[in-house]
């Protein structure tokens, strides 16, 4: 709706901004098309962002878009990448700004067949047809190879010849089938199945030339992938160049850049084991060599040792060592003895000097009374008490008389005087 303003009564920006809002809010949802210059995915966001340009005008607009609509073919898109989407404006009114929140992204041409390819190849991966641990060991020199490829084809020739180059004596049974077309994939996985079943076969290798997207499209084929995972025999991949792969790439047990590296990693260089065979045998020699100089080495120093030219001579250092330590330890047992015994008679000596039995001997007598007491004191006997007199000889009993200080005695029970 037309809005009368003038310079006396203009409209606030926000009410501009409304009004813009107001009129692509009406606007329906549109088929866009355009390349992706710029993808903004933060991690943990709900939102991805997007910008498509135009290159024929030089005009670009923002994306915006849930996750989960981009993630359906975040695989296959990316910066660079002409898409087609499903959006409807949208105007963003506190920036003036207006983008597109899209329902739906596809990708334009090659990218819908890339789009179906990794859908396909998420669903087989899920299935566990491309894990490592499937994956058989190719034998380290294949007596017979089965070869599927094209009638002529060069990448026939490059198998054929680099393998003969490389061991003369492999031999190849070849199957010949279409490689594109409408009729690649069944006689693909017919030959493939047939060189499976020959016991006699060691490894396939199935080889093609390059070619373009839609070129390679049979070898991405499901019911080939599923064919090849089934076999028992180890399958090489070598289709197109280094930056083509096809789902037969991952399913295979190896995967080869070109038919010429196929042939290189499939059969080993004569030469190059003949070589490998001289510098391991060198390499053994030399060991063995090393080993027996030094064996023979130690020996010697062995040998030159004092101990084994005279093994006699440390029995004999040893047994005047002992002698001399017999001797010693009997000198010094001696001093002790010695020493012990003159200690002994002085002490002995010393005993008997301060003994009370010595004082007996030269005349001395013990005097005690019937409780075994001691009389050091005249005053502590009475008058008429009978008290023990102990001699060097014996012992006797003496009585009390008061006469003056004089004491008599007489004789005791056990008969001494």
């Not at 180059?165 to 009729?183: L, S």
């Not at 490998?276 to 080495?297: F, H, I, P, S, Y």
């Not at 002992?322 to 000596?349: C, I, K, P, V, Y």
Request: hydrophobic share 40%; net charge negative; aromatic share 4%.
């Amino acid at each position: 709706m037309a809005v009368n303003t003038s310079p006396e009564a203009p409209l606030p920006v926000g009410e501009v901004s409304r009004l813009i809002g107001s009129w692509i809010d009406r606007l329906g949802a549109v088929w866009v098309e355009g390349q992706i210059t710029q993808l903004s995915r933060r991690p943990g966001a709900g939102v991805v962002f997007l910008t498509l340009r135009d290159p024929s005008h030089d005009i670009s607009v923002g994306v915006t878009c849930y996750r989960q609509v981009f993630d359906t073919v975040a695989d296959v898109v990316g910066e660079g990448a002409r898409v087609v989407v499903l959006a409807k404006p949208e105007w963003y009114a506190p920036r003036g700004q207006l983008s597109l929140r899209a329902a739906e992204i596809r990708p334009v041409g090659v990218g819908e067949l890339l789009a179906r390819l990794e859908q396909l190849k998420k669903s087989l991966a899920a299935e566990g047809l491309f894990a490592p641990e499937r994956k058989k060991p190719l034998p380290f020199l294949p007596q017979l190879i089965g070869l599927v490829c094209g009638r002529a084809s060069a990448a026939e020739r490059d198998v054929l010849e680099n393998a003969r180059h490389r061991w003369p004596a492999v031999r190849f049974e070849v199957r010949n089938v279409p490689v594109q077309g409408v009729h690649a994939v069944p006689q693909v996985v017919q030959a493939v199945k047939e060189l499976d079943a020959m016991d006699e076969v060691d490894v396939i290798v199935v080889a093609r030339g390059g070619g373009s997207v839609e070129d390679l499209l049979p070898f991405s084929d499901e019911q080939l992938v599923r064919a090849v995972a089934q076999c028992r025999t180890p399958v090489v991949s070598a289709i197109g160049h280094e930056p083509d792969n096809p789902l037969l790439d991952h399913v295979a047990d190896l995967r080869a850049s070109t038919p010429t590296d196929a042939a290189k990693k499939v059969v080993p260089d004569v030469g190059e084991e003949a070589e490998r065979v001289r510098m391991l045998r060198d390499r053994a020699r030399r060991c063995v060599t090393g080993l027996v100089d030094r064996e023979q080495r130690g020996l010697a120093h062995a040998l030159a040792r004092p101990s084994m030219e005279h093994p006699h001579r440390m029995v004999e250092e040893r047994a005047d060592q002992l002698d001399a330590l017999l001797g010693r330890a009997r000198r010094t047992l001696g001093h002790l003895l010695d020493r012990a015994d003159s200690e002994l008679t002085h002490t002995h000596a010393r005993v008997v000097a301060l003994s009370p039995a010595a004082t007996l001997l030269r005349g001395y007598a013990v005097l005690q009374k019937a409780d075994g007491h001691v009389v050091r004191d005249p005053g502590e006997v009475a008058p008429r008490e009978t008290l023990w007199a102990r001699v060097a000889e014996g012992e006797f009993t003496v009585r009390v008389e008061v006469q003056g200080s004089s004491v008599a005695g007489d004789t005791g029970d056990n008969g001494n005087l």
